[in-house]
C-alpha cells in the first residue's frame, strides 16, 4: 500500500480545525450568490490566488473578510456538512472543531443562527459518515475580556452541547493572561480549555496558557521548543499539541516543510498531533497535512501511527471512546 492510502485509512481525530477556515473558494461564491453579498473576487481562481501569507495577521485579514457570506442556520450546516464529508474521506472518525461566534455575532448574526447551523451539521456527520463530533468556542483574542464574557453568556443556552472554551485570533500583543478571568470561568461551568499559543508568540505565552488560563490542551506550541524547560513540562505533563503543518508553512511559522519541527517534538517526547487549521486556506486537509510533512521529514510509518494515536490520546473522548481507537 502506498504512503497516500495509508495515511487515508489510517483512523485519526482532527483536533485543530477552524469551521470558518474550511470554506472553500466554490461554496463562498455560491453563498455570496445566494445571500447577495458583494465580494472582492471576479472568480475562484482570484479567490485562491489572494491565498499568499507572510504572516498570520495577513491571513487572518482575508478570513474575517470571507467569513461575510456566512449569514443563515443554512450557510452555517452547509460549511460543516462540507468539512464532515471531507474529513470523512480522509479517515477522520472524531472532530472537535472551532468556531469563532464574534466573527459572526459582531456582524449582527445571532449566536443561534451559527450554533444550531453548526449542531445540526454535526448531527448529520454522525449518521451519514459514522464522524462523532464536538464544539470549542474560541474567544477572539484581539477583543477584550467583556467581550469574551458576553460570549460566554451568549453561550450559556448551548452548554450542554459546548464541549470547551479556546482562544485564537491574533496572538503576540495579547497574551493568555488577558483572558485568565474568563478562562476561570469557563473551568467553572465544566468547560475543557484549549489555547492557541507558541504559533507566532514566545514561549512565555505558552507557561501562561498553562498556569493562568490552565490549559488541557494546546494549539501550535512550536515556539515551546525554544525553551528546554518548558519542553520537560509539557512532556512530564503529557500535554497534547495540536500541530498545524501547512498552517505553519503557509503562515510563515516554519520556512520550509524540510524544516519542520514534528518529529523532533516526538523526540522529545511531546505528544504531538497532526491537523489542518484552515483547510480551505491553507492547501489541503489532514490526510494532506500527514503526507507533505512525513515526505518532507522522511517519517516512517511507526511515527505515522504514534501521530494517529496521540490524536485519540489527546481527544475530548472517555476513556471507554479512546479504547475504541487505541
Ligand atoms: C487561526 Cl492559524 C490561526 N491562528 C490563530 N487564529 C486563527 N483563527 C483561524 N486560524
Ligand atoms: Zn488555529
Redesign the pocket.
Known amino acids: 500500500m502506498n504512503d497516500q492510502d495509508f495515511i487515508a485509512g489510517l483512523p485519526k481525530a482532527e483536533l485543530h480545525l477552524?469551521i470558518?477556515?474550511s470554506l472553500e473558494p466554490e461554496l463562498m461564491f455560491a453563498l455570496a450568490q445566494r445571500n447577495r453579498v458583494c465580494i472582492p473576487f471576479d472568480s475562484v481562481e482570484a479567490v485562491r490566488a489572494a491565498y499568499s501569507f507572510s504572516n498570520?495577521q495577513d491571513?487572518?485579514d482575508i478570513?474575517y473578510a470571507g467569513a461575510d457570506v456566512l449569514r443563515t442556520e443554512q450557510d452555517f450546516h452547509d460549511l460543516a456538512a462540507a468539512y464532515f464529508a471531507r474529513a470523512a474521506a480522509d479517515g477522520v472518525v472524531h472532530a472537535e472543531i472551532f468556531f469563532?461566534p464574534q466573527t459572526h455575532t459582531d456582524r449582527g448574526i445571532p449566536f443561534q443562527v451559527v450554533a444550531d447551523g453548526l449542531l445540526s451539521a454535526m448531527r448529520d456527520a454522525q449518521e451519514h459518515h459514522g464522524l462523532g463530533s464536538k464544539l470549542i468556542l474560541c474567544f477572539l483574542r484581539h477583543l477584550d475580556e467583556d467581550a469574551a464574557f458576553a460570549t460566554l453568556k451568549a453561550a450559556e443556552p448551548w452548554l450542554d452541547r459546548i464541549e470547551g472554551v479556546g482562544l485564537?485570533?491574533s496572538?503576540v500583543g495579547h497574551p493568555p493572561e488577558k483572558f485568565a478571568r474568563v478562562f476561570a470561568a469557563a473551568g467553572d461551568m465544566g468547560l475543557k480549555r484549549v489555547a492557541?499559543a507558541g504559533?507566532e508568540g514566545p514561549p512565555d505565552y505558552v507557561w501562561q496558557a498553562l498556569d493562568l488560563l490552565k490549559i488541557d490542551r494546546l494549539d501550535h506550541g512550536n515556539r515551546s521548543l525554544e525553551d528546554p524547560a518548558l519542553v520537560r513540562r509539557l512532556a512530564d505533563e503529557g500535554m497534547t499539541l495540536t500541530v498545524?503543518p501547512l498552517?505553519n508553512l503557509k503562515?510563515c511559522v516554519v520556512d520550509d516543510m524540510a524544516n519542520h519541527p514534528l518529529d523532533r517534538m516526538l523526540a522529545q517526547g511531546l505528544c504531538a498531533t497532526v491537523n489542518s487549521?484552515?483547510p480551505a486556506y491553507f492547501g489541503g486537509y489532514v490526510a494532506d497535512n500527514y503526507r507533505a510533512v512525513a515526505a518532507a521529514r522522511g517519517l516512517d510509518r511507526d511515527q505515522i501511527v504514534q501521530l494517529a494515536r496521540n490524536s485519540f490520546t489527546g481527544a475530548f473522548l472517555d476513556d471507554a471512546a479512546k479504547a475504541t481507537h487505541l
Open positions: 477552524h470558518e477556515g498570520l491571513f487572518l478570513y469563532d485564537d485570533s496572538e492557541h504559533e498545524c498552517s503562515l487549521d484552515d
